[in-house]
Every structure is written in structure tokens, then in C-alpha cells.
T-cell receptor, first 113, second 114 residues
């Protein structure tokens, strides 16, 4: 049973480009969460999704960031017109329910140059 | 809303010594509590969780934590650490409603020295 799969592991984008981060949850997990980890900081919640629904996006910046978890396929975190401050590690986690704890992916490290 | 404070950003300890990593939380509702470990360039791995019942919970790799409701704490302990325990440890809290998201502390870097 594969764990949470994130790709790419590393992503380099120039300022103004778009970044697409993908996350395939563990089999049987219907809850997906995205977190951002800045250097020397902890994890900051971004968004919580279930299939085809955004449950909580209170941690998402109002502009340039969006997330989806379609009926088929992986969850996507999309960052438009990236800026240097978007450079961070983005982690996806999944769970079968709210009281199970998370299974994390290995993260995507985004570098904006 | 919930918040988590990890009281020590760095904890150095010698191999085979005991260790305690401290975590305090605040919440206006009942909570679930978690500890995760992160090794370099990897995602986080769940060590243990408290949902209800016994306040002493045991996890993987010989770690345990005690939930103290009156002190709003959930400290992580291990009686004898190994070099391989060197990692970053995160405490997390979530409301025990169907709200989903966990709030994480800023992490404690445990360094085990020979």
C-alpha cells in the first residue's frame, strides 16, 4: 500500500511562472490537507479538502493560490505568478478521518528564482 | 481556534539519557493531540496520538506522552535515547469535532550526542 505520493520532489520556477504541486493520498483516505513549511518554521495549514469539496481554506493566501481534489486523480495545489516568498516546502497529508492523525508525503520543495 | 507552543526549540542530550520534549496547547473545546517526527528532507511521521481514555499514550520507537488537561500539556518522553532519534519533533492539536485540520507547533530539534 503506497503512502502519500507527492510530485515533483523539487520544483524550480522563475518569478511570474505557475507552480503545480500534485498529491495522491493513501488508498482509502478521503481527506487531504496541504501545509507549507518555511525555513526554520513549523508547518502552517493551508487547505483541507475532501473529494470535489474544499472544506477549509482559511490558511490559503487570498490571491494566486488555489487547490482542488477532483473526483478522479490527485489533489493539485496551484500557485500562479510565483514570487520569491513562495519558496518553501509544501507538504500534503491524508487521513481516513479526522481522528486518525495524518500520513504525510515527502513534500515538494519549491524554489523561486 | 487552537494553538500549540513547543517550549524548547532545541534539546541536546547524550545517548542513553532520558529526554522530555514539552508541548502546551490552548483550545476552547476538547482536543485531539499528536506528536510527529521529521527526519531531514522527509515528511512527518506520526509517533503517537491522544484521542480519549488513558492519559498516558505509547507510540512507536519507545516514545510516550502524557496528556494533562489541567495544565493543558502533552509532553513527549523517552527513557533512553539513541543517536537515530536525532530529528525534529512536532506537537499538533485538532478540535475533536469533524473539523479536520491540525495546528502544529514550531518544532523541537532533538540532537542526540554520543
Amino acid at each position: 500500500n503506497a503512502g502519500v505520493m507527492q510530485n515533483p520532489r523539487h520544483l524550480v520556477r522563475r518569478r511570474g511562472q505557475e507552480a503545480r504541486l500534485r498529491c495522491s493520498p493513501m488508498k482509502g483516505h478521503s481527506h487531504v490537507y496541504w501545509y507549507r513549511q518555511l525555513p526554520e518554521e513549523g508547518l502552517k495549514f493551508m487547505v483541507y479538502l475532501q473529494k470535489e469539496n474544499i472544506i477549509d481554506e482559511s490558511g490559503m493566501p487570498k490571491e494566486r493560490f488555489s487547490a482542488e481534489f477532483p473526483k478522479e486523480g490527485p489533489s493539485i495545489l496551484r500557485i500562479q505568478q510565483v514570487v520569491r516568498g513562495d519558496s518553501a516546502a509544501y507538504f500534503c497529508a491524508s487521513s481516513p478521518g479526522y481522528d486518525y492523525g495524518y500520513t504525510f508525503g515527502s513534500g515538494t520543495r519549491l524554489t523561486v528564482v | 481556534a487552537q494553538s500549540v507552543t513547543q517550549l524548547d526549540s532545541q534539546v541536546p542530550v547524550f545517548e542513553e539519557a532520558p529526554v522530555e520534549l514539552r508541548c502546551n496547547y490552548s483550545s476552547s473545546v476538547s482536543v485531539y493531540l499528536f506528536w510527529y517526527v521529521q527526519y531531514p528532507n522527509q515528511g512527518l511521521q506520526l509517533l503517537l496520538k491522544y484521542l480519549s481514555g488513558s492519559t498516558l499514550v505509547k507510540g512507536i520507537n519507545g516514545f510516550e506522552a502524557e496528556f494533562n488537561k489541567s495544565q493543558t500539556s502533552f509532553h513527549l518522553r523517552k527513557p533512553s535515547v539513541h543517536i537515530s532519534d536525532t530529528a525534529e519533533y512536532f506537537c499538533a492539536v485538532s478540535a475533536n469535532t469533524n473539523a479536520g485540520k491540525s495546528t502544529f507547533g514550531d518544532g523541537t530539534t532533538l540532537t542526540v550526542k554520543p
